[in-house]
């Protein structure tokens, strides 16, 4: 088996509502806000690159709603696994759940929650990040498989939020 050169994608869902006070977290839905960024990012995505050929996505409503509006946007529909385990997933877990992803895949994208989503990040840059909602960041590595990705030492190569987007 050889190394290929991996890409990871990470977002965190969009804004979500909190009109509903008798709504649990895990069915809130996007706020107007979140339902304009998610296909904004998505844009951005088939514009600047990279598309996933496969995308791991939270159960959460407001995960569920950011994945479809963002698909929208890209020229090519990746299938969308939906993983309970993504919900509020620890560091830990995320470096799991990617480690099982099929080795065939050299794009994988991840929609899910902080502070995993941010921890995972930190852990891998020189510098404290900040992931507001919506955000897509990339990290990049040469791996035989997603297992060993971590163990990789991957780069960050970029972090975009709807705030900072340039067409």
């Not at 050889?2 to 804004?15: F, G, N, Q, S, V």
């Not at 159960?59 to 950011?66: D, F, G, N, Q």
Request: hydrophobic share 40%.
């Amino acid at each position: 088996m050889h190394t290929i050169h991996r890409k990871l994608l990470l977002m965190r869902h969009a804004k979500s509502s909190w009109d509903n006070a008798h709504l649990s977290d895990h069915d809130r839905p996007l706020a107007k806000r979140g339902l304009e960024a998610a296909p904004e990012m998505g844009l951005w995505l088939a514009t600047h690159g990279p598309v996933p050929e496969l995308i791991l996505c939270s159960t959460a409503i407001r995960t569920i709603e950011t994945t479809r509006l963002m698909l929208e946007a890209l020229p090519s529909q990746p299938p969308v696994r939906y993983v309970g385990g993504l919900y509020h997933a620890s560091t830990a877990s995320l470096m799991t759940i990617v480690g099982e992803a099929d080795s065939s895949v050299s794009c994988l994208m991840v929609i899910g929650h902080n502070p995993g989503l941010q921890d995972l990040l930190n852990h891998y840059s020189d510098k404290q990040l900040d992931v507001p909602t919506a955000t897509i960041a990339c990290l990049e590595g040469d791996s035989v498989d997603w297992k060993g990705f971590f163990k990789s030492s991957p780069q960050l190569v970029f972090k975009v939020t709807p705030k900072h987007i340039d067409y």
